[in-house]
């Protein structure tokens, strides 16, 4: 089978990292895969040599019909079987294209609760006939599309994603009752989505009430950085907080971290979220979206925009008694495990391009 994947960009998101997976998967299963990508730096890719990745440098609204042309070329000579689209621009992409260069099947994946506004969401629903198949990765996620009107419930189906387990995996004890420092991380870009004020905040609250020694440790990068460095001097964390900047060891750090916080106000389903269950870290998150279906009665759930709540979540972590943060952590694993393994998620894709 010839799969194409389109996607808005190849950064350093959640999105971009399972599309990568699976384009590494679907090859170790025998198919040919190519990765078209619309705009930015290829941040991530496949680990396999045989997934060619094609630019269409869609970086405005203006250069939409020369990425068309090179996009409407890349189909008619590769001729794939499938083209499955992922994120709200390459799915408006994708579709808007099939007018004029037939595919035999479209399927197209929001990552997202929050896809934009009424504009996004009109032309969702005025393209959905376009395309064969559209999902969203939790069903949270897809209840809040339908809500706004962008699908009705009959147009989009619920597929979570899934990781490779064997690359987020714990590899030692990193819980001591010994430990003079407790460490909480936190992965993602700096941008709107992720609210990092919001976990500043509740850890300059938890710092007033906690007098252990404890430190945050930020992975990743983007605009905002210099408000939320502002924002830590501010509040005199400078030697409390580190900003790693971009990483690729992220099965290390959690491996390092007691903790991990999610902060965002909204999400589709956090992969970092797995990833830190994979590793048997403790997770704090806010009900973000398709967050309560990764962590079930594991870890912690919060509001959103709430750093008192986030904060008294914190603590409440860390008072935990050490063997029942062990048993939870191991519990999120067996979780983990059962519904977001990428073999379970490739098989339910191969049965959706079969179809």
């Known amino acids: 089978m010839k799969i194409l994947y389109v996607i808005t960009g190849l950064g350093l998101g959640g999105a971009e990292k399972i599309v990568a997976d699976l384009a590494d998967q679907m090859v170790k299963l025998g198919h040919n895969v190519k990765i078209a990508y619309l705009t930015g730096e290829v941040l991530v890719k496949p680990i396999s040599l045989n997934v060619e990745i094609v ?7 203006k250069d939409f019909l020369s990425a068309s042309r090179k996009y409407q070329k890349l189909v008619k000579h590769f001729c794939p079987d499938v083209v499955h689209a992922h994120m709200v621009h390459a799915n408006i992409f994708a579709r808007l294209n099939r007018t004029l260069c037939p595919v035999p099947k479209l399927i197209c994946t929001a990552h997202n609760s929050n896809e934009g506004g009424k504009v996004r969401m009109i032309t969702y629903r005025l393209t959905n006939y376009l395309s064969d198949i559209n999902t969203n990765v939790s069903q949270e996620a897809t209840e809040a599309l339908i809500t706004k009107g962008a699908f009705s419930k009959n147009d989009i189906i619920t597929v979570y994603n899934g990781i490779n387990l064997r690359k987020f995996e714990k ?24 609210d990092y004020p919001n976990l500043i905040n509740a850890f300059a609250i938890l710092k007033n009430r906690h007098k252990s020694n404890i430190k945050l440790t930020i992975v990743g990068d983007g605009k905002l950085r210099p408000n939320i460095e502002t924002l830590i001097k501010e509040l005199a964390l400078d030697k409390d907080i580190t900003l790693l900047g971009r990483r690729s060891d992220i099965t290390e750090l959690l491996n390092a971290a007691d903790i991990f916080v999610l902060a965002s106000k909204h999400e589709g389903l956090p992969t970092v979220v797995i990833e830190a269950m994979a590793c048997e870290c403790y997770v704090v998150a806010t009900d973000c979206g398709g967050s309560a279906e990764i962590l079930g009665d594991t870890g912690k759930l919060v509001p959103i925009q709430d750093s ?11 008072n935990l008694d050490v063997e029942k943060r062990l048993q939870n952590n191991k519990k999120a694993r067996q979780r983990v495990e059962q519904l977001f393994s990428l073999e379970s998620s490739v098989k339910k894709w191969m049965a959706l391009y079969e179809a």
Not at 181 to 187: E, P, R, S, W, Y
Not at 308 to 318: C, D, M, R, S
């Open 55 to 61: 630019a269409l440098h869609l970086n405005s609204a």
């Open 171 to 194: 590899t030692y004890d990193s819980i001591s009752l010994n430990k003079d420092v407790l460490n909480f991380i936190t992965v993602g870009r700096f941008n709107d989505q992720k």
């Open 308 to 318: 008192q709540e986030l904060a008294k979540a914190l603590e409440n972590a860390i």
